[in-house]
Every structure is written in structure tokens, then in C-alpha cells.
């Protein structure tokens, strides 16, 4: 009896931290063609006990930022350097156990192996979180990886 409750704690200590390192902001898809324009979708959930604020998502150096998506119950910050637009701020109470979903449009580059979207998530209480890391990291940076486009 001991010892499937110890096999039985020890696959939902497992279930449980893969439940945690799953949960991050994301930027989908995983995966688009060089030099399309694409619509990129930020999914943001709140994993712990306090709500999130807002997001904020670095854009690429080398994508060309097109369009946001029009608010619906939540508002948003263009953050430009030169006229280009660097990064988007958007602005929403996401409780726990809740998650959000923010679009926008851009130009993917012509080259290049994938695109880093580094982001910010801020907390009700001032406190961050940077999802700015390499892939399998604690808090990794959400990523979409370029192909070329198929021959026609």
C-alpha cells in the first residue's frame, strides 16, 4: 500500500510540474513561411494566484509589424523606435485560472531560422515575469520557426 502511495505522489508531483511549465505566454503558430504576411496570436494565462495586468511582446528585428487586432475588452500600447514599431503593450485583468488571447499582424522576413518573441508578463501586485529564455528553460521565449515557401 506504501509504496503505490509513493508511486501515486510521485506521478502528481510529475503531472503537476508539467502542468506549471506548460503554462507560459505563447505566440502562435509555431511555425510560418519566410516572407508572408501572418496573423500571430499571444496567448497569455495567469498560472498562479494573482491576476495579470497586461503583456507586453518584443517584436523581431527582422518582422515588419502590419496591424493589431481591435480591442475587445482590453486596450494597447504601440511601442515605436524610428517609426517601427518594437513592441506591443496590451492591457487586461486576466484572473487565475484564466487566459487571454491578443492578435496582430506581420511581415515575416525573408530569411532566417525563427523568430523570438520575448515577452513581459506583469502581475496585480507590480511583480514580472520575462519569458525571454532559450527553449526548455524555466521561462522560455515564445518562438515561430520559418520555412521557405513551397515551390508552385
Given at each position: 500500500?506504501?509504496?503505490a502511495?509513493?508511486?501515486?505522489?510521485?506521478?502528481?508531483?510529475?503531472?503537476?510540474?508539467?502542468?506549471?511549465?506548460?503554462?507560459?505566454?505563447t505566440?502562435?503558430?509555431?511555425?510560418?513561411?519566410?516572407?508572408t504576411?501572418?496573423?500571430?496570436?499571444?496567448?497569455?494565462?495567469?498560472?498562479?494566484?494573482?491576476?495579470?495586468t497586461?503583456?507586453?511582446?518584443?517584436?523581431?528585428?527582422?518582422?515588419?509589424?502590419?496591424?493589431?487586432g481591435?480591442?475587445?475588452?482590453?486596450?494597447?500600447?504601440?511601442?515605436?523606435?524610428?517609426?517601427?514599431?518594437?513592441?506591443?503593450?496590451?492591457?487586461?485583468?486576466?484572473?487565475p485560472?484564466?487566459?487571454?488571447?491578443?492578435?496582430?499582424?506581420?511581415?515575416?522576413?525573408?530569411?532566417?531560422?525563427?523568430?523570438?518573441?520575448?515577452?513581459?508578463?506583469?502581475f496585480?501586485?507590480?511583480s514580472?515575469?520575462q519569458?525571454?529564455?532559450?527553449?526548455?528553460?524555466?521561462?522560455?521565449?515564445?518562438?515561430?520557426?520559418?520555412?521557405?515557401?513551397?515551390?508552385?
Amino acid at each position: 500500500m506504501r509504496i503505490a502511495a509513493r508511486g501515486l505522489l510521485v506521478v502528481v508531483v510529475a503531472l503537476a510540474a508539467v502542468s506549471a511549465a506548460s503554462a507560459h505566454v505563447t505566440v502562435w503558430p509555431k511555425t510560418s513561411t519566410f516572407g508572408t504576411y501572418e496573423k500571430y496570436t499571444v496567448r497569455v494565462p495567469t498560472e498562479g494566484s494573482l491576476a495579470t495586468t497586461s503583456v507586453e511582446v518584443e517584436l523581431p528585428a527582422s518582422a515588419t509589424f502590419i496591424a493589431v487586432g481591435a480591442p475587445v475588452g482590453h486596450t494597447y500600447e504601440l511601442k515605436k523606435s524610428g517609426g517601427r514599431v518594437t513592441s506591443v503593450v496590451w492591457s487586461m485583468r486576466i484572473g487565475p485560472g484564466e487566459f487571454a488571447e491578443f492578435a496582430f499582424v506581420a511581415r515575416n522576413p525573408q530569411a532566417g531560422a525563427e523568430l523570438v518573441w520575448r515577452a513581459t508578463q506583469r502581475f496585480e501586485d507590480g511583480s514580472s515575469t520575462q519569458w525571454s529564455g532559450a527553449p526548455g528553460s524555466k521561462q522560455p521565449a515564445p518562438t515561430t520557426t520559418l520555412t521557405p515557401r513551397p515551390p508552385r
